[in-house]
């Protein structure tokens, strides 16, 4: 039984993606009598997978829905990019993961990416369940959008599963209300406010250091007064 997944990059992966690579090169057809390669025999466009894609959907949900998670809500622009992953997966012949946020133009927080190939649905979402990187996306709170799209080729399925959170709306700061004060009796009539008065100054008596000087002082106050 054929049947890849992929969800993470490392190292063993994109040895065991080399490896394809060149098993794949190997089986390369000899050219023609007229000296060409017919490549257009390795790509070809497969279909795409309707049912397979509402089966994969209603499983994840139910997923969810048992780890009391909200169902995961069919986003148009992540079904058009994840089509056009497995129909570029089908058309190698292999599973590779895709550039996220190719494709997506909405205003996205997160995204995750499940992909795999095998012989149908129910082997494959097994396959992804078991899979601690797979699951993580398939049960993660945050996600709350996908694109689930399946292209069959031949008798092999190639699923592309794209996760997607938004990114939460600029909350408007709420108005500062003014403070209240609440009286105890709403009947109780209100104090008038009382002006303040003006501010009272003293005049502080003249002190001299002697009666000498103090007579001075008077004299020069009866003089100035008989000008």
């Given at each position: 039984?054929?049947?890849?997944?992929?969800?993470?990059?490392?190292?063993?992966?994109?040895?065991?993606?080399?490896?394809?690579?060149?098993?794949?090169?190997?089986?390369?057809?000899?050219?023609?009598?007229?000296?060409?390669?017919?490549?257009?025999?390795?790509?070809?466009?497969?279909?795409?997978?309707?049912?397979?894609?509402?089966?994969?959907?209603?499983?994840?949900?139910?997923?969810?829905?048992?780890?009391?998670?909200?169902?995961?809500?069919?986003?148009?622009?992540?079904?058009?990019?994840?089509?056009?992953?497995?129909?570029?997966?089908?058309?190698?012949?292999?599973?590779?993961?895709?550039?996220?946020?190719?494709?997506?133009?909405?205003?996205?927080?997160?995204?995750?990416?499940?992909?795999?190939?095998?012989?149908?649905?129910?082997?494959?979402?097994?396959?992804?369940?078991?899979?601690?990187?797979?699951?993580?996306?398939?049960?993660?709170?945050?996600?709350?959008?996908?694109?689930?799209?399946?292209?069959?080729?031949?008798?092999?399925?190639?699923?592309?599963?794209?996760?997607?959170?938004?990114?939460?709306?600029?909350?408007t700061p709420a108005p500062k209300s003014q403070p209240q004060v609440q009286s105890n009796n709403a009947?109780?009539?209100?104090?008038?406010v009382s002006q303040q008065s003006a501010p009272i100054v003293q005049s502080v008596p003249l002190k001299?250091?002697?009666?000498?000087?103090?007579?001075i002082v008077m004299r020069i106050s009866e003089l100035e007064s008989n000008l």
């Amino acid at each position: 039984m054929l049947l890849a997944i992929r969800g993470s990059y490392n190292a063993r992966a994109l040895a065991l993606f080399c490896v394809l690579i060149l098993s794949f090169s190997f089986f390369l057809p000899s050219t023609t009598s007229h000296g060409s390669t017919s490549i257009k025999s390795l790509f070809k466009t497969g279909n795409v997978d309707l049912a397979a894609e509402k089966d994969f959907l209603n499983r994840t949900n139910a997923l969810r829905a048992s780890k009391g998670l909200g169902a995961l809500q069919l986003n148009e622009e992540l079904l058009a990019k994840a089509r056009g992953w497995s129909q570029t997966q089908a058309s190698s012949g292999t599973i590779f993961h895709s550039n996220l946020a190719t494709g997506v133009t909405q205003n996205w927080k997160r995204l995750g990416e499940n992909v795999g190939m095998g012989p149908s649905v129910g082997p494959i979402h097994d396959a992804l369940v078991r899979s601690p990187r797979h699951y993580e996306n398939l049960i993660d709170p945050g996600f709350t959008q996908v694109g689930i799209g399946v292209v069959r080729q031949g008798d092999i399925i190639y699923v592309t599963q794209v996760f997607m959170e938004f990114m939460p709306a600029a909350s408007t700061p709420a108005p500062k209300s003014q403070p209240q004060v609440q009286s105890n009796n709403a009947s109780a009539p209100s104090q008038p406010v009382s002006q303040q008065s003006a501010p009272i100054v003293q005049s502080v008596p003249l002190k001299t250091a002697s009666p000498e000087l103090n007579a001075i002082v008077m004299r020069i106050s009866e003089l100035e007064s008989n000008l």
